[in-house]
Protein backbone atom coordinates (compact mmCIF):
# COMPACT_ATOMS: atom_id res chain seq x y z
CA UNK A 1 0.00 0.00 0.00
CA UNK A 2 1.32 3.24 -1.06
CA UNK A 3 2.18 6.25 1.97
CA UNK A 4 -0.98 8.16 2.42
CA UNK A 5 -3.60 5.32 1.14
CA UNK A 6 -6.03 4.45 3.78
CA UNK A 7 -7.86 0.86 3.49
CA UNK A 8 -10.37 -0.11 6.14
CA UNK A 9 -12.33 -3.56 6.78
CA UNK A 10 -15.52 -3.71 8.44
CA UNK A 11 -17.24 -6.67 9.28
CA UNK A 12 -20.89 -6.42 9.16
CA UNK A 13 -23.69 -9.64 10.30
CA UNK A 14 -25.15 -9.83 6.87
CA UNK A 15 -26.32 -8.54 3.09
CA UNK A 16 -28.87 -6.40 4.69
CA UNK A 17 -26.25 -4.47 7.36
CA UNK A 18 -23.69 -4.13 4.81
CA UNK A 19 -26.39 -2.53 2.44
CA UNK A 20 -27.59 -0.18 5.51
CA UNK A 21 -23.86 0.84 6.28
CA UNK A 22 -22.99 1.53 2.08
CA UNK A 23 -25.98 4.12 2.27
CA UNK A 24 -25.15 5.57 5.37
CA UNK A 25 -21.32 5.82 3.98
CA UNK A 26 -22.60 7.16 0.70
CA UNK A 27 -25.19 9.62 2.15
CA UNK A 28 -21.87 11.25 4.25
CA UNK A 29 -19.98 11.21 0.96
CA UNK A 30 -22.59 13.38 -0.64
CA UNK A 31 -23.28 15.44 2.54
CA UNK A 32 -19.21 16.54 2.46
CA UNK A 33 -19.46 18.35 -0.90
CA UNK A 34 -21.68 20.90 -1.01
CA UNK A 35 -21.03 21.47 -5.13
CA UNK A 36 -21.69 18.76 -7.59
CA UNK A 37 -21.40 15.24 -6.88
CA UNK A 38 -20.04 12.31 -8.69
CA UNK A 39 -20.61 8.54 -7.64
CA UNK A 40 -19.63 5.73 -9.44
CA UNK A 41 -21.88 2.71 -9.79
CA UNK A 42 -21.47 -1.04 -9.33
CA UNK A 43 -23.08 -3.55 -11.13
CA UNK A 44 -23.92 -7.40 -10.65
CA UNK A 45 -26.15 -8.75 -7.49
CA UNK A 46 -23.68 -7.11 -4.41
CA UNK A 47 -25.33 -3.56 -4.70
CA UNK A 48 -28.81 -4.14 -5.19
CA UNK A 49 -30.04 -4.22 -1.48
CA UNK A 50 -28.17 -1.14 -1.39
CA UNK A 51 -30.21 0.09 -4.53
CA UNK A 52 -33.31 -0.77 -3.21
CA UNK A 53 -32.61 1.41 0.55
CA UNK A 54 -31.64 4.31 -1.74
CA UNK A 55 -35.51 4.44 -3.41
CA UNK A 56 -37.14 4.12 0.31
CA UNK A 57 -38.34 7.93 1.45
CA UNK A 58 -35.80 7.32 4.48
CA UNK A 59 -33.10 7.48 2.36
CA UNK A 60 -34.16 9.31 -0.75
CA UNK A 61 -35.45 12.30 0.96
CA UNK A 62 -32.08 12.42 2.11
CA UNK A 63 -30.03 12.89 -1.43
CA UNK A 64 -29.79 16.10 -3.17
CA UNK A 65 -30.48 14.57 -6.15
CA UNK A 66 -30.25 18.24 -8.51
CA UNK A 67 -26.55 17.97 -7.95
CA UNK A 68 -25.62 14.02 -7.74
CA UNK A 69 -24.72 12.55 -10.69
CA UNK A 70 -24.36 8.90 -11.44
CA UNK A 71 -22.04 7.38 -13.28
CA UNK A 72 -21.30 3.46 -13.66
CA UNK A 73 -17.45 1.27 -13.30
CA UNK A 74 -18.05 -0.80 -16.22
CA UNK A 75 -21.14 -1.90 -18.36
CA UNK A 76 -21.91 -5.25 -20.21
CA UNK A 77 -22.24 -4.46 -24.08
CA UNK A 78 -25.76 -5.09 -24.54
CA UNK A 79 -28.75 -3.07 -25.34
CA UNK A 80 -29.80 -0.51 -22.43
CA UNK A 81 -33.07 -2.22 -21.99
CA UNK A 82 -31.90 -5.46 -21.69
CA UNK A 83 -31.72 -6.83 -18.17
CA UNK A 84 -27.96 -7.66 -18.23
CA UNK A 85 -27.11 -4.12 -18.62
CA UNK A 86 -25.72 -2.43 -15.19
CA UNK A 87 -27.13 0.88 -15.30
CA UNK A 88 -30.53 -0.68 -16.58
CA UNK A 89 -30.45 -2.58 -13.03
CA UNK A 90 -29.54 0.48 -11.04
CA UNK A 91 -32.47 2.77 -12.81
CA UNK A 92 -35.25 0.47 -12.40
CA UNK A 93 -34.63 0.18 -8.74
CA UNK A 94 -34.18 3.88 -8.07
CA UNK A 95 -32.12 6.11 -10.54
CA UNK A 96 -35.15 7.27 -12.90
CA UNK A 97 -37.70 7.26 -9.92
CA UNK A 98 -35.73 9.38 -8.29
CA UNK A 99 -32.40 11.35 -10.26
CA UNK A 100 -32.74 13.64 -12.78
CA UNK A 101 -32.51 12.38 -16.55
CA UNK A 102 -29.37 14.75 -16.91
CA UNK A 103 -27.85 13.45 -13.84
CA UNK A 104 -27.64 10.02 -15.39
CA UNK A 105 -24.41 8.78 -17.16
CA UNK A 106 -24.51 5.32 -18.67
CA UNK A 107 -21.93 3.88 -20.86
CA UNK A 108 -23.69 4.35 -23.92
CA UNK A 109 -23.85 0.49 -25.06
CA UNK A 110 -25.73 1.59 -29.11
CA UNK A 111 -22.48 2.26 -30.48
CA UNK A 112 -20.75 0.29 -33.25
CA UNK A 113 -18.45 -1.36 -30.77
CA UNK A 114 -16.96 -1.70 -27.23
CA UNK A 115 -14.03 0.48 -28.24
CA UNK A 116 -16.12 2.84 -29.67
CA UNK A 117 -18.31 2.84 -26.44
CA UNK A 118 -15.60 3.39 -24.36
CA UNK A 119 -13.99 6.56 -26.25
CA UNK A 120 -17.74 8.14 -26.26
CA UNK A 121 -17.57 7.47 -22.26
CA UNK A 122 -14.08 8.79 -21.49
CA UNK A 123 -15.28 11.61 -23.38
CA UNK A 124 -18.10 12.59 -21.32
CA UNK A 125 -15.91 11.81 -18.15
CA UNK A 126 -13.77 14.54 -19.34
CA UNK A 127 -15.63 16.65 -19.93
CA UNK A 128 -17.54 16.03 -16.76
CA UNK A 129 -13.95 16.63 -14.89
CA UNK A 130 -12.81 19.59 -16.95
CA UNK A 131 -9.61 18.13 -18.14
CA UNK A 132 -7.89 15.62 -19.95
CA UNK A 133 -5.97 14.06 -17.13
CA UNK A 134 -6.38 13.22 -13.51
CA UNK A 135 -5.14 15.31 -10.51
CA UNK A 136 -4.39 13.15 -7.38
CA UNK A 137 -5.79 16.55 -5.42
CA UNK A 138 -8.87 16.69 -6.90
CA UNK A 139 -10.59 13.48 -7.36
CA UNK A 140 -12.74 12.30 -9.99
CA UNK A 141 -15.05 10.87 -7.97
CA UNK A 142 -16.71 11.09 -4.42
CA UNK A 143 -17.61 7.69 -4.31
CA UNK A 144 -17.14 5.20 -6.11
CA UNK A 145 -18.67 1.46 -5.36
CA UNK A 146 -16.98 -1.89 -6.15
CA UNK A 147 -17.37 -5.56 -6.35
CA UNK A 148 -15.44 -8.47 -6.29
CA UNK A 149 -15.79 -11.42 -8.71
CA UNK A 150 -14.63 -15.11 -7.69
CA UNK A 151 -11.58 -14.77 -9.95
CA UNK A 152 -10.10 -11.22 -8.34
CA UNK A 153 -11.70 -9.25 -10.86
CA UNK A 154 -13.77 -6.15 -10.32
CA UNK A 155 -15.45 -3.84 -13.00
CA UNK A 156 -14.56 -5.56 -15.72
CA UNK A 157 -10.98 -5.62 -15.08
CA UNK A 158 -9.71 -9.46 -14.92
CA UNK A 159 -6.79 -10.98 -14.11
CA UNK A 160 -3.96 -10.70 -16.58
CA UNK A 161 -5.83 -8.71 -19.16
CA UNK A 162 -4.84 -6.23 -20.81
CA UNK A 163 -7.35 -3.70 -19.15
CA UNK A 164 -5.27 -4.11 -15.83
CA UNK A 165 -2.00 -2.59 -17.24
CA UNK A 166 -3.86 0.47 -18.81
CA UNK A 167 -2.40 3.99 -17.21
CA UNK A 168 -3.59 6.35 -19.55
CA UNK A 169 -7.12 5.72 -21.04
CA UNK A 170 -9.60 6.49 -18.66
CA UNK A 171 -12.17 3.73 -20.13
CA UNK A 172 -11.76 0.92 -22.73
CA UNK A 173 -13.39 -1.84 -23.99
CA UNK A 174 -12.81 -5.54 -23.14
CA UNK A 175 -13.91 -8.03 -26.15
CA UNK A 176 -14.38 -11.02 -23.69
CA UNK A 177 -15.46 -11.30 -20.23
CA UNK A 178 -14.00 -14.15 -18.04
CA UNK A 179 -17.25 -14.97 -16.06
CA UNK A 180 -20.69 -15.29 -17.14
CA UNK A 181 -22.38 -13.36 -18.71
CA UNK A 182 -20.07 -14.00 -21.41
CA UNK A 183 -20.40 -10.71 -23.13
CA UNK A 184 -17.81 -7.87 -24.33
CA UNK A 185 -17.35 -5.21 -21.79
CA UNK A 186 -16.84 -2.19 -21.36
CA UNK A 187 -15.14 -0.63 -18.14
CA UNK A 188 -13.17 2.28 -16.80
CA UNK A 189 -9.62 1.75 -15.51
CA UNK A 190 -7.68 1.55 -12.36
CA UNK A 191 -6.85 5.40 -12.63
CA UNK A 192 -10.01 6.39 -12.95
CA UNK A 193 -11.61 4.58 -10.70
CA UNK A 194 -8.74 5.34 -8.04
CA UNK A 195 -9.51 8.67 -8.76
CA UNK A 196 -12.40 8.79 -5.97
CA UNK A 197 -12.38 10.12 -1.94
CA UNK A 198 -13.55 6.93 -1.08
CA UNK A 199 -13.87 3.82 -2.74
CA UNK A 200 -16.44 1.31 -1.31
CA UNK A 201 -16.14 -2.45 -1.91
CA UNK A 202 -19.29 -4.46 -1.07
CA UNK A 203 -18.18 -8.35 -1.05
CA UNK A 204 -20.91 -11.20 0.54
CA UNK A 205 -20.97 -14.84 0.77
CA UNK A 206 -18.59 -17.35 1.83
CA UNK A 207 -17.91 -18.25 -1.69
CA UNK A 208 -15.70 -15.17 -1.80
CA UNK A 209 -13.95 -15.62 1.49
CA UNK A 210 -10.93 -17.06 -0.19
CA UNK A 211 -10.46 -14.69 -3.18
CA UNK A 212 -10.80 -12.10 -0.59
CA UNK A 213 -7.90 -13.47 1.62
CA UNK A 214 -5.70 -13.80 -1.40
CA UNK A 215 -6.83 -9.71 -2.37
CA UNK A 216 -6.19 -8.90 1.11
CA UNK A 217 -2.44 -10.56 0.78
CA UNK A 218 -1.97 -8.32 -2.17
CA UNK A 219 -1.59 -10.64 -4.46
CA UNK A 220 -1.23 -9.00 -8.01
CA UNK A 221 -5.01 -8.60 -8.24
CA UNK A 222 -7.30 -6.17 -10.00
CA UNK A 223 -9.28 -5.93 -6.69
CA UNK A 224 -6.07 -5.57 -5.03
CA UNK A 225 -4.57 -2.71 -7.17
CA UNK A 226 -8.12 -0.99 -7.13
CA UNK A 227 -7.41 1.25 -4.23
CA UNK A 228 -8.78 5.08 -3.80
CA UNK A 229 -6.09 7.82 -3.54
CA UNK A 230 -7.87 9.14 -0.89
CA UNK A 231 -9.53 6.02 1.73
CA UNK A 232 -10.92 2.43 0.47
CA UNK A 233 -13.51 0.62 2.40
CA UNK A 234 -14.27 -3.14 2.61
CA UNK A 235 -17.45 -4.04 3.63
CA UNK A 236 -17.41 -7.54 4.25
CA UNK A 237 -20.31 -9.99 5.47
CA UNK A 238 -19.36 -12.05 8.17
CA UNK A 239 -19.47 -15.29 5.50
CA UNK A 240 -17.37 -13.64 3.40
CA UNK A 241 -14.65 -12.87 6.20
CA UNK A 242 -11.29 -14.27 5.95
CA UNK A 243 -10.08 -16.90 9.16
CA UNK A 244 -7.37 -14.29 10.32
CA UNK A 245 -10.22 -11.12 10.67
CA UNK A 246 -12.65 -13.37 12.62
CA UNK A 247 -12.69 -12.33 16.65
Known amino acids: MAPGEKRELIAVSDPAALAKIAAERMLARIAANSGKVAIGLTGGSSPKQL ?28 PDVDPLNNMNVARKIFLDACAPASNIHPIPTDAASPDESAARYEKELKSF ?25 TASIFPDYPAMAKTERWV ?9 PFVPRVTLTLPALN ?11 A ?6 T ?18 T ?7 ALPENFRG
Request: proline content about 6%; some cysteine; aromatic content about 10%.
Open 195 to 205: SCREMLFEVAG
Open 51 to 78: YQLLATEAYRGKIPWDRVHWFIGDERFV
Open 214 to 231: RVLDDENLPASRARSVRE
Open 172 to 180: VGVPKANVE
Open 207 to 212: EKRAIL
Open 233 to 239: VWLVDRA
Open 129 to 153: YGAASLDPARPLFDLVLMGMGPDGH
